[in-house]
Each structure stands twice: as structure tokens, then as C-alpha cells.
């Protein structure tokens, strides 16, 4: 069973629908890949929602992302899949992390990151009214970087290479939730399909299948 601790979030992955979706995103990108000899890593994966999705052979883990604890735990080790999940625009150098990611990862092995649009209508918005582009200013555990989509690519664009990519939608609404009771009313096809075709704008994070870029 799922160790309890105090949850900063609380339990999202069952009191959030979209939450959810965006678990299964990973999970297609990595199931194909996943038998009973390989080894993943999720690194910073909060209380390992998405390892619960895998098959309980697989060997896995779930740690914090601190460089000096992933050394002592897993020095000269490689993994077959690592997640990274909306962990990288909290951390004061994502640049130290995601180096140390890539030297965590088999020549042939896979990598799940995703990060956030922090510049989708909806920020816009909160920014012209003076809610901030965030919402959080000042906040413990919140976002230290807001990129655009196009950055988010650049960004992994140096360390890996990228083999596929999927657009999640913004519709909860979460920090502002009386938006959340309107935008939940569309349908969830409706958001995907507009999100796909103007993601700048109304997507609310960016998933990457990524690979080496030596492999």
C-alpha cells in the first residue's frame, strides 16, 4: 500500500479527473516498453501515482529529485525509463537536474518529461487583471520558471532527442475555480481538439517522449 503522508497537494491523482488523463499520457507513451526486467525511475514523482499504473513486477523507484541523494542511492546505475513529471519548473537549476536525468538513462532507454505552459490565455488573463502570471507569488513548492511551449522544447531540445509529443489541455480551471465550473462544462474532446490547434494558447502543459541523442 501507498505509504500516507501529508500530502502539500493533497491526493490529486483520485480527486482530479484531469489529473488522471494526464497519467494515462505517460502511461501510453511507456507501457509498450515496460516488461518484467525493466528497471524505471521516477524522479520526483510526488507519492508514485504513476508506478502504481505499471505492472507490479517491474522494478521501480521513486525518489526525490536531489542530485546528492540520486548519487548515494543509484551511482554508476543506468535505468530503462525515467519520468520526470511537472518536477523540473520547480527547481532552482533544471539545467544540473535534467543533465543528471540523461546520465541516469540507458543508451536505448526512454524518457517521460513534462513541463507547463505558463503562457496559455488563461495566464494572460490572470496577469492583466493582477492575479499574476501564476497565481502564487511568493508561494512554497510553486513554479520557479514559467516557460512558454516553445521553450519547454528548446529546453529538452539540448539534452535529448525528441520522438514524439502530446498537448494536455487546460480546463479544470484549478486555481481559479469558478472558471473550472464553467470550462468543465465543454466536453473534454472539445478542449483537446482546441489545444491541439493553438497550444501557445490553450494548452496547459506539453508531455515529451524523448531518447538519447546519441543513441
Not at 496559455?120 to 497565481?135: E, K, T, Y
Amino acid at each position: 500500500d501507498r505509504f500516507q503522508i501529508d500530502l502539500h497537494y493533497g491526493n490529486v491523482f483520485e480527486e482530479d479527473q484531469y489529473v488522471r488523463y494526464r497519467f494515462q499520457q505517460y502511461y501510453q507513451y511507456i507501457v509498450l516498453e515496460v516488461d518484467d526486467k525493466t528497471r524505471i525511475i521516477d524522479v520526483g514523482g510526488y507519492v508514485g501515482d504513476m508506478l502504481q499504473l505499471l505492472l507490479q513486477t517491474v522494478t521501480n523507484t521513486l525518489i526525490t529529485f536531489d542530485n546528492e541523494s540520486i548519487d548515494r542511492h543509484f551511482r554508476g546505475e543506468q535505468f530503462d525509463i525515467i519520468l520526470c513529471t511537472e518536477v523540473l519548473e520547480h527547481l532552482l537549476d533544471p539545467h544540473r537536474h535534467i543533465a543528471k536525468i540523461r546520465e541516469l538513462l540507458k543508451d536505448d532507454g526512454l524518457c517521460v518529461i513534462s513541463l507547463p505552459n505558463e503562457n496559455s490565455i488563461f495566464h494572460r488573463l490572470m496577469s492583466v487583471i493582477g492575479s499574476g502570471v501564476d497565481q502564487c507569488a511568493f508561494e512554497l513548492y510553486k513554479h520557479l520558471h514559467l516557460p512558454t511551449i516553445i521553450q519547454n522544447k528548446q529546453f529538452v531540445s539540448e539534452y535529448f532527442r525528441i520522438e514524439d509529443v502530446q498537448i494536455n489541455p487546460y480546463t479544470k480551471g484549478s486555481r481559479a475555480s469558478w472558471l473550472g465550473k464553467i470550462l468543465t462544462l465543454f466536453p473534454d474532446v472539445f478542449w483537446d481538439v482546441l489545444a491541439n490547434t493553438m497550444p501557445g494558447l490553450l494548452a496547459r502543459r506539453v508531455v515529451f517522449r524523448l531518447e538519447r541523442d546519441d543513441a
